[in-house]
């Protein structure tokens, strides 16, 4: 069965950097987007950054140029670089895969917490 496993993450005090994983445990087709996004309690969650398989990133607002995402299109890997973190930056990342139509793959990773303390 195909899975996004993602790996990294942890806690980190306020101006550190992080650096989340993800991998599709399959190779055979490649995600049209890849993502990352972030939940905290009680809100929806968000997008943080996508990289489609040709072309270039997307990043929310509140993380640009502080934070870089990068794909392996053979690989089917997706990272997260987070840099200058901040208190604000704790939440829940979820990896996510948009597969191409057809393809009933599972699309989120499980999460891997993320803590910034001050």
């Not at 997706?78 to 930056?89: G, K, Y």
């Amino acid at each position: 069965q195909v899975q996004l496993v993602e790996s990294g993450g942890g806690s980190v005090q306020a101006g550190g950097s992080l650096k989340l994983s993800c991998k599709a445990s399959t190779t055979i087709i490649r995600p049209i987007i890849m993502a990352w996004y972030r939940q905290t309690p009680g809100n929806e969650r968000a997008l943080v950054a996508e990289v489609p398989v040709v072309g270039g990133a997307n990043y929310a607002e509140f993380v640009r140029g502080r934070f870089i995402i990068s794909r392996d299109n053979e690989k089917n890997t997706v990272s997260l670089e987070m840099n200058s973190l901040t208190p604000e930056d704790t939440a829940l990342y979820y990896c996510h895969a948009e597969w191409p139509a057809g393809n009933s793959w599972p699309s989120w990773g499980r999460g891997i917490q993320v803590t910034v303390s001050s």
